[in-house]
């Protein structure tokens, strides 16, 4: 124990040791990033900057140095960088990660402490005071120095001039009457990087200036020997905007002799010219002494009106940009007035609303008007249903003729107009369908009469002829074809009988039989969508069990019209079940206890196997009280029916069938079957008689219990002596083991 006590000692003792060690060993000097204090400063260099005005007027914030005036300067910011002699070249100092920088203060100093000794530094101005020249920095030994024992601080002096500022002024013009124009807005842009950037005011927004009511805008504080550009963004009022000269493209420089800069700026005013050209819009005649107005907000343009010259042409010049309407005041005799304008490109003119700006300064039009001419319009409507139809194509033809601009397509209403139809026989041709309708079914009716032809007549009076006419067309029908089969069956044979019936959306139901090959069929369905149903199952069939792909029918141009939907359906079959009534054939009393079992001919072959469940086991059935025993679930086929216990005092050989065999089938005829079986008691022997008997085949009363007893008291007896040996077995093996554990004891 003594040297276990004795180890511990030494091992702590020499831990002490190496601890004060290493407390001896802790370095003496720190970092330029650590913090210091005590003695630690006496080891370390300082530098004080003092930040001046170079140029500062006399007043009770100025120091006197020498022939010069300094104002102390806050907000200048300093940084400070050693020298690195291995890479030879200047590195930021930096402490936990961040620069070192300094701010001056009011005092217009900044200290930077804790400097290594002997080590080379330089301070730099990375932020000048505000209104201050950054470029303009002075600062005593070009900011160097370096703190050595015997001169650990530093005292350097940095001067900045203030920012000298300049002026640019734009005057806006009429380029034609040299008007001065108030309202045009410019703005300002510097060069940075050969680049044309927005210049900021201190709200990030773009410095900007809008022309008073002597075309004047001013821009200033703007910086010496620096590239400047105005543009303009905004022209005045009435005036166009992609029009704008300024003098030497807005580009200028000021200098210390040059800064102001005087700009003159040019704007055209925003007008353009009508010329208008007014013809027959039939023969393409020129027509002359036709009257014409511009009217521009709902409003009449003063002194607009003009009257078409020898050559049709009216003209309109120096209106300002905006939208106009031409409207055509006086029409000549025998034309209807309306006026249809059409552009460079022979566009027709929506109601005749021309606009004039910077992109459609001169604009040449054509006029067309057209002698008193008729009108034709047509209504198609659904033959069954009288629905207005839209989407249907429609042309002219005037005699054998194409009429040029006639093709219509129905609106939502179902119309088409023709309009300034000349005098003549038209023939109406419907060139596309209705989607949904047959084009081959097109009848016209015009007053309220069919038109064999499909033809209207404009007279050439000079009152307009107005046609009204409605168009009918059927709409395509579709079909349906459903194929029923039974269901999970080897062979997919066809169902006749099954009822069903297609319902559409509103309701309305459609019925229809599977025939012999198992098909409903549907013909003269209207477009829509239909869901099926089984409304009564085939006989033998479950019609809970009925299954279809896919219910829902629709029935369009892409579906059931060139060729019949065919779907397939599928039914369970109905199981079977057999009821047997057993019956004494002399009294017809029920019989209880008779035990029947069937034979089934699955594959129709005519070879009969037992009746067996999924697992194998035969199934049977047993006559209660009642005389009556029940197979339920038989699958369709043929059956015989077999006896094989008969009921108690019975023979079952003497079993036979009311009426039929002991063959039966279930079926779509037969689902459930019945029959009638018959037995006889079985015949009894004299009982005296009995003992005698060496066939034993019918026993007495008597004689039984006598075999019996004696059979029992055998039993017995032999039962005794079994559980006697079993004892004494028992005895003997304990016996043994006891012994065995004495002698082992002693």
């Excluded at 077995?729 to 065995?740: R, S």
Aim: aromatic content about 10%; overall charge negative.
């Amino acid at each position: 124990m003594l040297n276990q006590k004795t180890k511990s000692r030494a091992v702590l003792i020499s831990f002490l040791l190496v601890l004060v060690l290493c407390l001896t060993m802790i370095p003496s000097t720190v970092n330029a990033g650590n913090n210091h204090d005590g003695n630690d400063s006496e080891k370390k260099g300082s530098i004080t900057v003092e930040k001046k005005d170079e140029e500062c007027e006399k007043g009770p914030v100025c120091k006197h140095r020498g022939d010069h005036e300094y104002e102390e300067l806050e907000g200048a910011v300093f940084r400070l960088q050693y020298w690195d002699d291995r890479e030879d070249e200047w590195k930021d100092v930096k402490r936990n990660s961040k620069f070192v920088e300094k701010t001056t203060d009011d005092d217009g100093e900044a200290t930077f402490s804790y400097l290594e000794l002997n080590k080379k530094y330089r301070i730099i101005e990375i932020k000048a005071p505000d209104g201050y020249d950054i470029g303009s920095i002075k600062i005593d030994d070009c900011g160097i120095f370096k703190p050595t024992n015997n001169d650990k601080h530093e005292d350097l002096d940095a001067t900045n001039k203030k920012l000298q500022y300049g002026e640019a002024v734009v005057f806006k013009k009429d380029k034609d009457s040299k008007k001065l124009l108030e309202g045009a807005v410019f703005k300002l842009q510097t060069l940075i990087d050969r680049e044309w950037k927005d210049v900021l005011d201190s709200q990030r927004g773009k410095v900007t200036s809008t022309t008073d009511e002597y075309g004047k805008a001013v821009f200033t504080k703007l910086l010496l020997n620096k590239e400047y550009r105005i543009i303009e963004i905004r022209a005045p009022k009435g005036y166009d905007p992609n029009y704008i000269k300024i003098d030497n493209k807005g580009k200028f420089k000021l200098d210390k002799h040059n800064k102001k800069v005087t700009l003159y700026a040019y704007n055209k005013k925003a007008v353009g010219d009508i010329e208008l050209k007014k013809i027959d819009g039939d023969e393409g005649e020129i027509l002359e002494e036709v009257v014409f107005v511009l009217y521009k907000k709902g409003l009449p343009v003063e002194n607009s009106e003009r009257e078409t010259d020898y050559e049709g042409e009216v003209e309109w010049e120096g209106l300002p940009y905006g939208e106009y309407t031409i409207v055509e005041k006086t029409a000549l005799e025998d034309y209807d007035g309306v006026l249809s304008l059409y552009d460079e490109d022979k566009n027709l003119i929506p109601d005749n609303k021309v606009t004039i700006d910077s992109r459609n300064k001169d604009l040449e039009l054509l006029g067309k008007n057209f002698k008193h001419k008729g009108k034709a319009t047509l209504t198609k409507l659904d033959s069954e249903t009288d629905k207005a139809i839209s989407g249907a194509g429609f042309f002219l033809l005037k005699g054998t003729n194409f009429v040029p601009g006639s093709e219509r397509i129905t609106d939502k209403d179902g119309q088409v107009i023709w309009e300034n139809l000349a005098p003549g026989t038209y023939k109406v041709v419907e060139s596309k369908a209705a989607y949904g309708y047959m084009a081959d079914t097109l009848e016209i009716y015009i007053n309220n009469l069919i038109s064999e032809k499909k033809e209207f007549i404009i007279d050439d009076g000079t009152t307009p002829s107005n046609i009204y006419m409605v168009g009918k067309n059927d709409p395509m029908k579709g079909s349906v074809e459903l194929l029923k089969y039974n269901l999970h069956s080897d062979v997919k044979n066809p169902i006749s009988g099954a009822s069903f019936y297609l319902e559409n959306e509103a309701g309305t139901t459609y019925s229809a039989i599977s025939n012999s090959k198992g098909v409903a069929i549907w013909d003269g369905l209207a477009w829509g969508t239909y869901t099926i149903h089984e409304d009564k199952a085939a006989p033998g069939y479950d019609k809970d069990s009925f299954s279809l792909e896919g219910d829902t029918i629709i029935i369009d141009a892409f579906n059931g019209v060139y060729e019949s939907i065919k779907l397939v359906g599928e039914n369970e079959r109905l199981p079977g079940t057999l009821e047997i009534l057993m019956l004494d054939a002399g009294t017809l009393d029920p019989l209880s206890g008779a035990i029947f079992s069937l034979q089934y001919d699955p594959d129709g072959d005519g070879v009969f196997e037992v009746y067996k469940d999924s697992e194998g086991k035969t199934i049977t059935a047993t006559t209660g009280a009642d005389g009556l025993a029940t197979f339920a679930g038989l699958a369709w086929g043929k059956y015989h029916v077999i006896e094989d216990t008969a009921a108690e005092g019975y023979d079952k050989g003497t079993l036979e069938f009311k009426n039929k065999t002991n063959e039966f089938a279930i079926n779509a005829e037969v689902i459930d079957e019945k029959l009638i079986a018959l037995n006889k008691k079985t015949e009894v022997m004299d009982e005296e008689a009995f003992p005698e008997n060496e066939d034993g085949n019918v026993l007495g009363d008597e004689y039984k219990q006598k075999v019996l007893g004696e059979e029992s008291k055998t039993d017995d007896l032999m039962n005794i002596a079994l559980m006697i040996y079993l004892i004494l077995t028992a005895l003997a093996i304990t016996g043994g083991i006891f012994a065995q554990r004495r002698s082992s004891s002693k």
